[in-house]
DNA sequence: GATGAATGAGTATTCATTCAT
DNA sequence: GATGAATGAATACTCATTCAT
């Protein structure tokens, strides 16, 4: 698809990631992040195909690492407390990381069409799944509830954080977004009625 | 802002629904809409001051309704569980009563560029207040932790159902939202761990 | 396919006609046709299709009388002699009556691109059975010889008449096209060693 | 202007007359004809000044020799009539020879802009000027008619030829070009009505 | 001589909004 | 109030040509 070589690659995706997070989505044009990246508009499509091929290239550069990270790093973990405590931490920390990436992920590339939206979905699936497999897990050890509907409480967990995510990046990033981990843990854990044993 | 004068108005409204839902937001034209409601582009303009206008009317006048009805029915309600069993059933109940209307509001309307969504998280505002009563009641009397962060409880609850219905919206619908509530309540009270008592 | 009412529709083709043949085929952007027709940019898609649309639009309305014409003038004769030299007389006529619209049928319209020449020969297509209808006539009446190849007799006559013509227009219109239909008629008739029987 | 030393200079004309004839005049990029020539889109630059100097040297490379060949053959000729015969019959046979060639120069290059065509037009002067000496020498030797316009004459001439010879190219191929040639003739010397003495 | 990555000018078309009737 | 013809701003993408290597 888009040619990985050379740095103008990263380059453009960088540019874009500023442009959209700065003027907006709609107000992203491609003479626009050509400029930002420091090339004229026609070498853009030396390596994207089109427009919204950026738009994937930059979620996929920037989101495919996203999901190993967390990936290896629940890896580690023995317990299914300290599996979700680490995805938790993991989600916050690398979009805390850069917040100028959590706008546009957040909140601008949401306002792209179905189509796009549904490459973008694409990328995340690999997410989801991961939270499927701590359920499935939390469940099999008898961590979580016997009867826990697994998609359910995927999107209980995965509902969550991006909520909390999206007010963070609303309130332009005003409070600690990691420092959140261990009280939304507690609280997907045991819910609104949990018993807070660390506290 | 609108006049609300008129048959003209709610038709209007409807034939944005119906064109939204019908052809998706990118191709939801003013004319088309003027089409639908069998009124010439130019009338549009009498009771909307842009098409902007006709969106945020839209939210406001289809979900101006839906904060109100479940206000009533939790005020009914006198244990915190039995609140919080309400809000969600009824949340799900009004958005699967017109699965047009929730494809619009989940999908096709958070296509559009920031200024409109802001206008429209406003409306959002008193939905999240009445769920931030809820908790705070929780807290007061007992039911929820002592020590339960009242924003995140609410980005819980509000997170987790906007997924679950955005969900079921991507499925087309394919499974019953209502039936989900108690399940849905319990994780929401119990966490993933919690005990099911009424299963 | 083009809407044709109104006088907007004619203002623009004639518009059409008069940018190509100032500016040439590769200049007449539609805005600079909009603007000579003394309208907006988009107005040009109120009645046509798309740039295309003009152009085929141009020749039909302004080429499709054309065969008409010579048609109903060339019934009106009754030798083969006389129906060819008003074959002959009107194309001449009307082509040289109207020096832009010779030079955008005779030059520019044929660096259009494959597809719209296409079209355009369609409407030629009429043209050409006409003089078939003659060579025919003219074979079983025995003024044509007996033997002649019909189809090669239509490409003597089309050939040197819009040969003829093309070196008119690229002379800049600098001698009489009409002054020649006798001369001509007399070539196709008997050839070039012919005997010029009413000189 | 354009070097011809090397062997490049060649292989990118003949890859220029394949991509048109391939892919149409549109269609055929400067990068594409580099391709097809095996060389960098660099290096067409050091044997052409642009785009165009390909198109005209092409013309002029394969057209060059067509008017020698035939001045060659007529040169032979004694009587006006075998010289005519031998013009039609080496203008059919050079262009039936090579039909990817017919197309570019019949067709594609057409397409082409005004100034493009006009230095087309020149390479052709010369072909025209071998046609008006035909004619002037068979008005000397009274063959032709002593009133004969040689300007029209040759206009007829090259007219049907060119006709005759689109026609082909149009009908892909599919009838001899060549066997046409004596009936052509006759037609050119006789006219319409003309006694086909041979016959 | 040869390369090919980089350049950047140029343009058809859509659609929200207006305003004369 | 109602109409709908007219407006005109705004933008992605191609491809001939250059020039550093």
């Known amino acids: 698809m888009s040619k990985r ?23 992203a044009q491609v003479s626009k992040i050509a400029k930002e990246a420091g090339v004229a508009d026609g070498t853009i499509y030396l390596y994207f195909k089109n427009k919204e091929d950026i738009l994937i290239s930059l979620f ?21 407390e300290d599996k979700l405590n680490v995805l938790i931490s993991s989600h916050f920390a690398q979009l805390e990381r850069d917040y100028h ?16 939206r549904q490459r973008i979905n694409q ?11 701590i359920v ?3 469940k099999k050890s008898g961590t979580f509830h016997v009867d826990l509907d697994p998609l359910l409480a995927r999107q209980m967990i995965f509902g969550t954080l ?6 963070w990046v609303m309130s332009e990033g005003k409070f600690s977004l990691t420092n959140q981990t261990n ?15 660390r506290g």
């Open 5 to 27: 070589k050379g740095q103008k690659f990263d380059k453009i995706i960088d540019a874009a990631v500023l442009v959209i997070a700065k003027h907006g989505f709609h107000q």
């Open 60 to 80: 996929q550069e920037k989101m495919g690492s996203f999901v190993e990270t967390s990936n290896l790093k629940i890896k580690q973990e023995k317990t299914i």
């Open 101 to 116: 990436l959590a706008v546009v992920t957040q909140l601008e590339l949401r306002q792209s069409k179905v189509e796009l």
């Open 123 to 133: 990328v995340l699936k690999g997410y989801l799944l991961l939270i499927d497999e």
């Open 136 to 138: 499935q897990e939390g």
């Open 162 to 167: 991006d909520e909390v995510v999206s007010n």
């Open 183 to 197: 009280t939304v843990q507690e609280m997907l854990l045991h819910g609104l009625t949990g018993k807070k044993e």
